[in-house]
């Protein structure tokens, strides 16, 4: 099993300029979720999704957008990306919510 | 990732010695909790969790204790080695309440040889 992985590992925009985060698993799992992670800040939920065609806000969902046509992929689109969502996003996944999750390398996205 | 741990509370401990890493929680209808490990430049991985009808759970040198009475739980490291320097995660969910999964802000374990 590949777990799970995101592309790009690097990104640069500009004020404006949208973008979609992909993420993807190969374990079958129901649950999916994205993180973004500031210095001092910890992790922050942005949105999850608790299985196909399922999704829902988490902590900080502005600006950010998601969906779940299938089990395998999880995209975070950005519509109009901001120098306040320079950030380090991660994406995780787990059987179902109260099971460990598994996260992916992350996603570095600088918005200049 | 690069940054990850700039103004977190770190604990500093020798090599060999015992590691105490608290988090503190603040909703009572919190059922579930985690501990998560991220090394430099990498995603979160996971420790050991426990459940609220426990108070105790032991993994492979590491022991998480759950004190639901003050909502704090505490992540203990036996023989701390060089590699478990990295920023320590504790993570909360309530089934009752909803799906997310909460994160604290972190600990950076630093070893000190």
């Known amino acids: 099993n590949a777990g799970v992985t995101q592309t790009p590992k690097f990104q640069v925009l500009k004020t404006g300029q949208s973008m979609t985060l992909q993420c993807a698993q190969d374990?079958?799992?129901?649950?999916m979720s994205w993180y973004r992670q500031d210095p001092g800040m910890g992790l922050r939920l942005i949105h999850y999704s608790v299985g196909a065609g399922i999704t829902d806000q988490g902590e900080v969902p502005n600006g950010y957008n998601v969906s779940r046509s299938t089990t395998e992929d999880f995209p975070l689109r950005l519509l109009s990306a901001a120098p306040s969502q320079t950030s380090v996003y991660f994406c995780?996944?787990?059987?179902?919510?109260?099971?460990?999750?598994?996260f992916g390398p992350g996603t570095r996205l600088t918005v200049t | 990732g690069e940054n990850v741990g700039l103004h977190l509370p770190t604990l500093s401990v020798q090599e060999g010695d015992n590691s105490i890493i608290n988090c503190a929680y603040s909703?009572?209808?919190?059922?579930?909790f985690i501990w998560y490990k991220q090394e430099s430049g990498k995603g979160p991985q996971f420790i050991i969790d426990?459940?609220?009808?426990?108070d105790k759970r032991q993994g492979q040198r590491v022991t998480v204790l759950l004190n639901k009475t003050v909502k704090h739980l505490s992540l203990q490291i036996a023989a701390t080695q060089p590699g478990d320097s990295a920023v320590y995660f504790c993570a909360e969910n309530s089934e009752a309440r909803d799906d997310k999964i909460i994160f604290g802000k972190g600990t950076r374990l630093h070893i000190l040889p």
């Open positions: 909703n009572s209808a919190s059922d579930y």
């Open positions: 995780a996944s787990s059987y179902r919510p109260g099971l460990e999750q598994y």
């Open positions: 374990m079958n799992h129901e649950y």
């Open positions: 426990i459940r609220s009808n426990m």
